[in-house]
């Protein structure tokens, strides 16, 4: 038997701004089903390699659908982060009305966020997470 899709957000690791976002996703999951990782570190590194992907490029995260299916479809900017609010389920799915914005109206609010993202948010600064079990959503390098 095939093992459960394992949604997986790939995501600047050094942003404060994304890191929040990844905070705020970890405690509307009700299900566990996100999985997490930054887009610096090994395993982000070797998906963005096997899919010709930029691997300099941290302004812009990616949602994987399955991580266990080398096919699986992935998504970026705004398309990616309304599938990943959308695994929430309700009341933040419903933000996927969201997609009805024209893709490139929505991706260039999010490029002018994330080219202000550092002087916004400023730099992440690694701490222990509040919730220890949280820690194993995060992919191992």
Same mark, same amino acid.
């Given at each position: 038997?095939?093992?459960?899709?394992? +949604?997986?957000?790939?995501?600047?690791?050094?942003?404060?701004?994304?890191?929040?976002?990844?905070?705020?996703?970890?405690?509307?999951?009700?299900?566990?089903?996100?999985?997490?990782?930054?887009?610096?570190?090994?395993?982000?590194?070797?998906?963005?390699?096997?899919?010709?992907? +930029?691997?300099?490029?941290?302004?812009?995260?990616?949602?994987?659908?399955?991580?266990?299916?080398?096919?699986? +479809?992935?998504?970026?900017?705004?398309?990616?982060?309304?599938?990943?609010?959308?695994?929430?389920?309700? +009341?933040?799915?419903?933000?996927?009305?969201?997609?009805?914005?024209?893709?490139?109206?929505?991706?260039?609010?999010?490029?002018?966020?994330?080219?202000?993202?550092?002087?916004?948010?400023?730099?992440?600064?690694?701490?222990?997470?509040?919730?220890?079990?949280?820690?194993?959503?995060?992919?191992?390098?």
């Amino acid at each position: 038997m095939p093992a459960d899709p394992l +949604p997986v957000l790939l995501y600047d690791g050094a942003c404060g701004l994304c890191n929040r976002v990844v905070l705020f996703l970890l405690r509307h999951d009700r299900r566990n089903q996100l999985h997490f990782a930054p887009l610096q570190g090994e395993p982000a590194q070797h998906f963005l390699r096997s899919h010709g992907l +930029p691997t300099a490029d941290f302004s812009t995260l990616v949602f994987v659908r399955d991580w266990h299916d080398p096919r699986s +479809p992935w998504l970026v900017r705004t398309d990616g982060a309304l599938a990943a609010v959308a695994e929430l389920g309700p +009341p933040w799915s419903r933000l996927a009305i969201l997609r009805l914005i024209p893709r490139f109206l929505r991706d260039s609010a999010y490029t002018l966020v994330a080219r202000t993202r550092y002087a916004i948010f400023g730099r992440h600064q690694p701490k222990a997470l509040s919730d220890p079990q949280w820690e194993r959503r995060f992919l191992a390098p």
